[in-house]
């Protein structure tokens, strides 16, 4: 098949099966992960690992119907990879690092082996829902590849079962030609004949990444392999992007909150990273000066 690079957006589809008894999120998400690369500068362990959590904080924020609600994807690890971070902000943003960017191993075939790089560790999605603190569920990983991980997380955490396949393919350059996944989930009245028909056509599927480089439409994939004589219906397209809300301005707040104390024991520039798009903001000497003018102005003690 024809690859179609040239049309390839990023993109969320939610939908429902079988007369409401399955829900379903599929992206594209080859140009968010792309984006991730080049900011991070990643490795193509760290890629693939932060790529296949981007696209699980895509999917797993498009269940959430409130638009002021977000949802972060946490992986602790012990391993060589330590794990990433990925935050999903309605409507399709996501944003995210990975905590050992440098990391390759000289055996080529060890960099795709995710589970074992990352060992014993959690995974913890936090949901903040504008309560009075965030809901968080943690885990232990099952595997390290993600998505058995996030399926894990929602049988256990929320008794939802449920279908997750994450993917990140590389060429040799490292370049991402696609990047994607699926999360389809089995509702309350859903019937075991219909189960079962899901669970078969999921298991002939080849891997999804491999589909979206050789130029298939999800709704192709969705109709002739995912629900396979089976009836859907997309009900959303949303477009998805990696978007960073940081400024300037949130880095002098961010100061501001160290305090007149800790401010005047600065000395020179100091020179904030942000973590999700590496940005760096410089603040000179008299930059200080003014924040601290202006804690001054309103009161505010050294502490």
Same mark, same amino acid.
């Given at each position: 098949m024809k690859r179609q690079m040239a049309n390839r957006k990023d993109i969320v589809l939610r939908g429902m099966a079988c007369n409401n008894q399955f829900r379903f999120f599929v992206a594209d998400t080859t140009g968010i992960v792309q984006t991730a690369m080049e900011l991070h500068k990643l490795a193509p362990a760290p890629g693939l690992l932060l790529g296949r959590t981007l696209t699980a904080a895509l999917l797993m924020g498009s269940t959430i119907k409130d638009e002021s609600n977000s949802l972060t994807v946490n992986i602790e690890a012990e391993g060589a990879l330590? $794990?990433?971070?990925?935050? !999903?902000?309605?409507?399709?943003?996501?944003?995210? !690092?990975?905590k050992n960017v440098t990391f390759f191993d000289e055996t080529i075939s060890n960099?795709?082996?995710?589970?074992?790089?990352?060992?014993?560790?959690?995974?913890?999605?936090?949901?903040?829902?504008?309560?009075?603190?965030?809901?968080?569920?943690?885990i232990e990983l099952l595997t390290g590849e993600v998505g058995d991980d996030i399926a894990s997380y929602y049988l %256990?955490?929320?008794?939802?079962?449920? =279908?997750?396949?994450? $993917?990140?393919?590389?060429?040799?350059?490292?370049?991402?030609? =696609? =990047? $994607?996944? !699926?999360?389809?989930?089995?509702?309350? =009245?859903?019937?075991?004949? %219909?189960?079962?028909?899901?669970?078969? %056509?999921?298991?002939?599927?080849?891997?999804?990444?491999?589909?979206?480089?050789?130029g298939t439409d999800w709704k192709e994939l969705l109709e002739c392999m995912i629900f396979k004589q089976m009836d859907f219906t997309i009900m959303e397209e949303i477009p998805a992007m990696y978007h960073c809300p940081c400024s300037r301005e949130r880095f002098a707040r961010a100061l501001r909150l160290l305090g007149k104390a800790e401010l005047k024991s600065m000395t020179g520039c100091i020179s904030p990273v942000c973590h999700y798009c590496n940005k760096q903001y410089d603040f000179s000497p008299e930059d200080i000066s003014r924040i601290i003018s202006s804690l001054e102005e309103k009161g505010e003690s050294d502490d």
């Open positions: 330590k $794990g990433c971070i990925a935050i !999903y902000e309605p409507i399709g943003q996501v944003r995210g !690092y990975a960099n795709w082996q995710i589970g074992k790089l990352l060992g014993a560790g959690t995974l913890s999605i936090i949901k903040d829902l504008k309560l009075k603190a965030p809901v968080t569920g943690t %256990n955490s929320e008794q939802v079962p449920s =279908a997750v396949s994450l $993917g990140v393919l590389f060429n040799r350059e490292g370049k991402v030609l =696609a =990047a $994607g996944g !699926y999360l389809i989930q089995q509702l309350p =009245a859903a019937d075991p004949k %219909n189960v079962d028909k899901l669970r078969s %056509n999921l298991a002939e599927t080849p891997y999804i990444t491999d589909l979206l480089d050789m």
